[in-house]
């Protein structure tokens, strides 16, 4: 056994190669002391060089291998935290971000002060974003995803939760498809946006499902233009669109909306001041 002053010595020095010393004191304080130790900060604090177990390294000595080969942290877990639910992912669906929480509060708030009977979240991946919506408010909700196995997650997030969603396995891609989803007077989603060259070789994205964050060079714009169309048979006259958008993309999509007649484009920014949220109607 070793003290908990040796062990995480051995965690920073080890993945120091591979993440900043930010990255990694934040991984030790919010995974391994919380989730891992199951302390408290406070307790942690307060019970200073304690002895760590012998099974508890050795989970620790597993994460470190699991780290070191850029995977991420929350797969290791098999579950993250969005909007203090906690959510199980794995291998086949994003991993829920913070900056979407921001996109579900705005959903949320819109929705208690209009008359929104149905909703629809495309590309739900683990499901958080209906299921954070579906906590708060009671409008029916459907949600969609091209992956068969997110839609198993997120299924089983969903009766984790306690929240009716009625989830569907559907490509927006496919415009044959839209007849057999509801008419709606809400669409949000947060679909791929991220380009290849934004992303360093070496980082914990490349995890992830590659179809559920990148898009083409050449259309980057591919999933809002599905929406849109979706959005031209299937939203209810006066309905909103709530969208996360990859900032760099924000003007060719505001473009790509003008022409498909929409004219009161908001853009909202996120927590670090990018333009990350886009409301039309
Ligand atoms: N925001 C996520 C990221 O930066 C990507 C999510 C997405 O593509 N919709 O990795």
Redesign the pocket.
């Given at each position: 056994m070793n003290t908990v002053t040796s062990v995480k010595k051995r965690f920073i020095d080890t993945l120091g190669q591979n993440y900043s010393f930010h990255e990694l004191s934040s991984m030790w304080s919010q995974w391994v002391v919380k989730e891992l130790l199951n302390k408290s900060s406070i307790n942690y604090f307060l019970e200073g060089d304690f002895m760590v177990s012998e099974i508890d390294e050795n989970l620790i000595d597993s994460l470190i291998l699991h780290l070191s080969s850029y995977k991420p942290i929350q797969y290791f877990f098999g579950y993250s935290y969005f909007k203090n639910l906690k959510i199980q992912v794995d291998a086949s669906v994003?991993i829920p971000?913070p900056?979407?929480e921001q996109l579900v509060d705005m959903v949320i708030d819109y929705v208690k002060e209009n008359k929104v009977s149905t909703i629809i979240d495309i590309?739900t991946g683990s499901g958080c974003i209906s299921i954070a919506i579906g906590k708060k408010i009671k409008s029916n909700i459907f949600a969609i995803d091209v992956s068969s196995q997110a839609i198993a997650k997120a299924t089983s997030n969903s009766k984790t939760h306690q929240v009716d969603i009625d989830f569907k396995l559907i490509d927006i891609l496919n415009v044959d498809l839209y007849k057999i989803l509801p008419k709606v007077d809400l669409i949000v989603s947060?679909?791929?946006?991220?380009l290849k060259r934004e992303?360093p070789e070496k980082s914990v994205?490349h995890s992830?499902p590659k179809h559920?964050?990148?898009?083409p060079d050449d259309d980057p714009l591919i999933f809002y233009k599905s929406i849109l169309n979706f959005a031209k048979t299937n939203l209810n006259r006066g309905g909103k669109i709530f969208l996360?958008i990859?900032p760099l993309l924000v003007s060719k999509l505001i473009g790509c909306m003008s022409k498909y007649g929409y004219s009161d484009i908001q853009v909202c920014t996120d927590f670090y001041q990018k333009k990350r949220f886009i409301i039309v109607s």
């Open positions: 994003l971000r900056e979407t590309g947060n679909p791929p946006y991220v992303v994205v992830e559920a964050i990148f898009v996360e990859n």
